[in-house]
């Protein structure tokens, strides 16, 4: 059987007066004995870019004339903003079920199905209900909000983090708002 040990790479040194570094070096960290090699990044990139729908997408790059009339309103990011009457009370806590819901099946779907997922999903709903019953309504206070009481799960054996946990949920939140 072969051991494990690593041979290093043969990083790229460069020709200046600046001493080498790791940042320097080739992605390779390097190679272990059985000739694979061994990568400082991730292989998986993640599976999903965040849109948000609320925004306006007149801008298109078929049509440059677009990009020069930044003063019409019509090119401009709309408010992201939950609708007031989501703000009472039983309508906060149909929303929050509603994430909940939504929110464990879009982790399971985009990634695979694991008890994170549950943990995610109750903590996310959760941070929106308080944040409909204190009555914000702006996506970028609810998103933060959420992030950092997301950061109380335990990730270590999970594919996505606190961040990106509460951006996909205000995603899901913006493409509910369209609906509505």
């Known amino acids: 059987m072969k051991s494990l040990g690593f041979s290093p790479a043969n990083p790229t040194i460069p020709r200046n007066s600046i001493p080498y570094s790791k940042v320097h070096s080739t992605h390779v960290i ?3 004995a059985s000739k694979f ?3 400082s990044r991730p292989i998986c990139p993640l599976k999903f870019p965040i849109r948000f729908p ?4 007149s ?5 440059p004339q677009n990009f020069e009339e930044e003063d019409d309103p019509q090119t ?7 609708p007031d009457h989501w703000v009472v009370p039983s309508k906060a806590l149909e929303e929050s079920e509603w ?8 982790l399971d779907d985009e990634y695979c199905p694991e008890a994170t997922n549950i943990e995610i999903s109750e903590v996310a ?3 929106y209900y308080q944040s409909l019953l204190e009555k914000r309504t702006d996506l970028g206070e609810i998103l933060l909000k959420m992030a950092r009481e997301l950061q109380s799960i335990s990730y270590q054996e999970s594919f996505h983090g606190a961040f990106s946990s509460a951006n996909a949920a205000v995603n899901l939140i913006a493409q509910r708002i369209e609906q509505d």
Do not use: M, Y
Not at 59 to 63: E, I
Not at 99 to 106: E, G, Q, V
């Open 37 to 39: 090699p061994v990568f």
């Open 30 to 32: 390097g190679i272990p």
């Open 59 to 63: 801008l298109s790059v078929s049509n």
């Open 125 to 127: 709903a959760q941070s």
């Open 54 to 57: 609320s925004i306006l997408s």
């Open 76 to 82: 401009q990011v709309q408010d992201l903003r939950v």
């Open 99 to 106: 994430l909940k819901t939504t929110l464990h099946k879009w």
